[in-house]
């Protein structure tokens, strides 16, 4: 076992951890966040995707001994988040959860999008989002929420912490360009 200590959702947390355990297993068996999700375990859908020191991140890839001394943020601490409360809406409005599977890894994505992005039109969307697989709504509804959630951030100039650089999550997987309705 290792010591591992790591601010998470805001709070100073210390344990033991084996030092083979991912920060996914970690966070829904140690820590009960059970927002995030495990789908292929190989960072391929982006169900598990969760922000450390505010970058996205697969966390079925990334050890938990990792983050040692970081700063962890699942969607169960940010829901006070001004940013995520208009994606939520957003997502709710525009029909972009269907089963609701791979909505919290979406969320995380579509927040670190409106982040890094002032605004960010459909194709910008589509192409940041192209690591992210969902298996129910073809998209077009998420697009349009996070589409829509930018242009009211931009607005309103509320989108907090927006920051020019960052990790960019590998994209693996391709969102369709075109989706019949």
């Known amino acids: 076992m290792k010591s591992l200590t790591l ?24 820590c009960r966040l059970t927002a995030t999700h495990l789908g292929c375990e190989h960072g391929a ?20 001994i990792m983050c040692d001394g970081r700063s962890v943020q699942t969607l169960e601490g940010l829901e006070d988040d001004s940013t995520m409360e208009v994606l939520r809406r957003h997502f709710h409005q525009s029909h972009g959860v269907q089963c609701g ?13 409106l982040l890094r992005m002032h605004d960010p039109d459909v194709e910008t969307v589509r192409s940041q989002l192209s690591g992210q697989i969902c298996r129910c ?38 969102v369709p360009a ?3 309705d």
């Open 45 to 64: 859908c982006g169900a598990c995707t969760v922000a450390v020191d505010g970058q996205a991140t697969r966390s079925c890839l990334r050890l938990a």
């Open 137 to 174: 709504t073809g998209y077009s509804g998420i697009v349009t929420a996070i589409v829509a959630a930018g242009r009211e951030l931009g607005r309103a100039g509320q989108a907090k912490g927006v920051r020019e650089s960052g990790i960019q999550v590998t994209a693996i997987a391709a």
């Open 7 to 30: 601010e998470l959702n805001g709070a100073k947390i210390t344990c033991d951890v084996e030092p083979r355990e991912t920060l996914a297993d970690f966070l829904r068996e140690r």
């Open 101 to 113: 599977f791979c909505t919290p890894g979406m969320l995380m994505m579509a927040r670190d999008i």
């Open 178 to 180: 075109k989706v019949d």
